[in-house]
């Protein structure tokens, strides 16, 4: 990560560093950066899985660290959100213009990362990656779309949470399987247990958009209520209807939402069943996930790492 | 194009359609879409140039021209330009969120069209186009920078414009050179003619966006003077110092400029040899770029076509 950034130019390696809580607001480096490095983590366990290194999956690893730091740049920028690891998003302190270029610049650099120096394995990674990049693309305007509309049903909800998220967190064990020289079937299972895992990781973090606490997420408190996302357990919740329902969808419809309105707002999701609903698609997906794991033939250890990071992902703290 | 542009969803086709001028602000179908398409005529052209046929270089031709209409998107997004081609631009008129994603699915549009199906040539020519999109991007968080410097220099200023258009200008014809089984040194001479080709093409467009009749360009009057852009013409003026500078220096502090502050700064940037300094550029540029295509050793009818391009598209009219 750090050869890869260093290859930008200071006027966007300054957003992208800041970014990734490698340096504070002033410039001075941080010692520990934290971060979750989720897709690494299973490119990385994705390639012991299939019998290879670690440091196999690398490039794979880099590339797909480096698309989803694009992909929240560019989205704090559309949400408008001001904060994320308890910090000020990029754009907010340091302009819109800029954290749209570095997110630009992160894209560019994970293809790059990708293919030079070239290997047949590389290039499979890489057009993994691309379609992953679009397929991702799409689930964000979607999500987009999905603020402007009231119909939003829970199927085309959970499709669109495979595409935002599902499909990236595939695509990193698929790249760790490829780059590890796995076959075709073990690239395959690992694809579709990083799809499944993706999406109980996804339905975990919808919860806590609503019910998370600011101290652990890093943003503010029902950010996802107050821009009116559709997310999964209000999805749930309109579609179960009656009065809660409704009621909602009032609150949803006017402009200006209080604190207790909000507060109100995330009552009726969990009364109307939509919290309970949302924890029980992670629940089923993270056991589909691990289900998959049977059929990559991995050696005990490898797989305990693999079944460690999805327990980890899937379990926060709520 | 249509192929590409065929496989995103429907919520990113509608603005990508729409900002490539193949649909209306309605949805509906434009029978002549117009765009200059200088990237791909010069992709084609340079394939020819080497002895192929102008379809080799088609896969570079669609992704330069993907990776263009990216940056044109974004770059509206951040300049907060609300007219493009005589039409409201896309962020202006379905959103900013809309216009940024639309942007990041042309850019990883660009990398799929390229590497899939893959082949030793396309991936060249991949690893080609990542390079120079990263370049470019770093040429647009210079201009970007620029805009709140007081003391941009001429020659930095040329550097900003090498990277921001010339870099995807050589690689165009790059691309194409490689496409076209052209040899290593066809591929360098070729990039060399785009690149001194591109800053021709820009130090023109820099003129357009001070002096550029509104109905010529599509964007309104003096726009780049309305943002204070550090464009050639400006650059110059105030390099060359005296009294026209400081005025011009007084007027860029302003907040608030009127119809008549601005066209007095252009009176300025003309009178401190702001203008005629750029259109030396232009012609210093063309001629260099022309001379590198004697290092091609291509057929006449192909070296014509290179050189009618190059002369196109830096005569325009202002």
Chains 1, 2 share one sequence.
């Not at 949803?252 to 924890?279: F, M, Q, T, V, Y």
Request: charged share 25%; with cysteine.
């Amino acid at each position: 990560m750090r050869v890869a950034v260093g290859r930008m130019s200071p006027s966007i390696g300054r957003v992208v560093t800041y970014h990734l809580g490698w340096v504070d607001a002033d410039g001075r480096s941080v010692d520990d950066p934290g971060g979750k490095v989720v897709r690494p983590a299973l490119a990385f366990a994705s390639a012991r899985g299939v019998g290879a290194s670690a440091e196999a999956a690398l490039p794979g690893a880099v590339a797909v660290e480096l698309v989803h730091n694009f992909s929240l740049l560019h989205d704090d920028v559309m949400d408008r959100d001001t904060e994320r690891r308890h910090r000020p998003t990029a754009w907010a302190l340091m302009g819109v213009g800029e954290a749209i270029l570095a997110g630009d610049a992160l894209l560019a650099m994970a293809q790059e990362a990708l293919i030079d120096p070239p290997s047949p394995e590389r290039l499979r990674a890489a057009a993994a990656l691309s379609m992953a990049t679009a397929e991702m693309i799409t689930g964000q305007a979607e999500d987009l779309a999905f603020e402007r509309r009231e119909d939003v049903g829970f199927d085309e909800c959970i499709a669109m949470l495979e595409h935002k998220t599902a499909a990236l967190l595939a695509c990193a064990c698929k790249m760790g399987a490829i780059l590890g020289g796995g076959t075709d079937q073990q690239v395959d299972a690992l694809g579709d247990f990083g799809h499944s895992l993706g999406l109980a990781f996804q339905a975990v973090d919808d919860i806590l958009g609503i019910w998370g606490k600011p101290e652990v997420t890093g943003k503010q408190a029902w950010s996802d209520l107050r821009q009116h996302k559709k997310t999964l357990p209000m999805v749930a919740a309109l579609e179960t209807g009656g009065a809660a329902a409704d009621a909602l969808r009032r609150l949803l419809a006017s402009d200006e939402s209080s604190d207790d309105d909000i507060a109100r707002a995330a009552e009726l999701i969990e009364s109307n069943g939509g919290k309970d609903r949302a924890l029980a698609v992670a629940a089923q997906s993270l056991e589909v996930a691990l289900a998959h794991l049977d059929r990559i033939d991995a050696q005990l250890g490898p797989r305990r790492e693999l079944e460690e990071i999805a327990g980890f992902i899937t379990a926060r703290d709520f």
